[in-house]
């Protein structure tokens, strides 16, 4: 069964303790991926939910003015549910969920993350997947006073889900998946734009395996001599 990107989500608020939107997911074999940027670097993430349920943190990244994360969650509620994003304390924050069909039903196989200094316009890092055709789903981010991509550039195979802009009280925030990825090992996401935004910035990625196929049930007949 292939990995299929299935839907995508986004919001934004400035002062918050707390983001909450909507996402609809549907199909079999679901996982739910959520990358979170808090604006600034006095507060953290204190959790995820989707449709109530806890969602697990795989990776987090801190650069000079911003804070990134993200979040998983297999076998997530079919329909129209709400991503609730929780921080310690009033602060900006970003969210971006995208939903996967045909993935394995356990947490992530492999994360990494990496960052841009202030001025320097693309971040690039790798991460090492661990089974043929797992997707990775990466979330990049800016922080105060950062409003404009401009034109942004993936790397390659790259395929932007969502992404928030123009807020300089809450920075901005791309998510983007790749795959299939064959054959397994490290590899390389990408990302570089044109825009008025030059402060550092953080990306962090995780991978998620394809979900095994179903096995192939056969009816023995007898053999007669």
Same mark, same amino acid.
């Given at each position: 069964?292939?990995?299929?990107?299935?839907?995508?989500a986004k919001?934004?608020?400035?002062?918050?303790?707390?983001?909450?939107?909507a996402?609809?997911?549907?199909?079999?074999?679901?996982?739910?991926?959520?990358?979170a940027?808090?604006?600034?670097t006095?507060?953290?993430?204190t959790g995820?939910?989707?449709?109530s !349920?806890?969602m697990?943190?795989?990776?987090?990244?801190t650069?000079?003015?911003?804070?990134?994360y993200?979040?998983?969650?297999?076998?997530?509620?079919?329909g129209?549910?709400?991503?609730?994003?929780?921080?310690?304390?009033a602060?900006?924050?970003?969210?971006?969920?995208?939903?996967?069909?045909?993935?394995?039903?356990?947490?992530?196989?492999?994360?990494?993350?990496?960052?841009?200094?202030?001025g !320097?316009?693309?971040?690039?890092?790798?991460v090492?997947?661990?089974?043929?055709?797992a997707w990775?789903?990466?979330?990049?981010?800016?922080?105060?006073?950062?409003?404009?991509?401009g034109?942004?550039?993936?790397?390659?195979?790259?395929?932007?889900?969502?992404?928030t802009?123009?807020?300089?009280q809450?920075?901005?925030?791309?998510?983007?998946?790749?795959?299939?990825?064959?054959?397994?090992?490290?590899?390389?996401?990408?990302?570089?734009?044109?825009g008025?935004?030059?402060?550092?910035?953080n990306?962090?990625?995780?991978?998620?395996?394809?979900?095994?196929?179903?096995?192939?049930?056969?009816?023995?007949?007898?053999?007669?001599?």
């Amino acid at each position: 069964m292939a990995i299929v990107f299935n839907a995508s989500a986004k919001s934004k608020a400035s002062a918050v303790t707390s983001l909450t939107f909507a996402h609809s997911s549907s199909g079999s074999n679901r996982v739910l991926l959520v990358g979170a940027h808090l604006q600034g670097t006095a507060q953290t993430v204190t959790g995820v939910t989707y449709n109530s !349920v806890a969602m697990t943190q795989e990776v987090t990244r801190t650069a000079a003015n911003t804070v990134g994360y993200v979040f998983s969650l297999s076998a997530p509620s079919a329909g129209s549910n709400n991503v609730v994003i929780s921080a310690s304390g009033a602060t900006g924050i970003n969210g971006i969920s995208v939903s996967l069909t045909g993935a394995t039903q356990s947490t992530a196989e492999a994360t990494n993350s990496g960052q841009n200094s202030a001025g !320097v316009k693309s971040v690039s890092y790798s991460v090492v997947t661990v089974t043929d055709n797992a997707w990775i789903f990466n979330f990049w981010s800016a922080g105060f006073g950062d409003t404009d991509f401009g034109v942004d550039t993936l790397g390659a195979s790259q395929i932007k889900r969502e992404e928030t802009d123009g807020d300089p009280q809450v920075g901005l925030s791309i998510g983007d998946t790749k795959g299939p990825i064959t054959p397994a090992g490290a590899s390389t996401v990408s990302v570089s734009w044109d825009g008025a935004n030059s402060g550092a910035g953080n990306v962090q990625g995780c991978s998620v395996a394809m979900a095994a196929a179903a096995a192939v049930r056969r009816r023995a007949f007898p053999i007669w001599l």
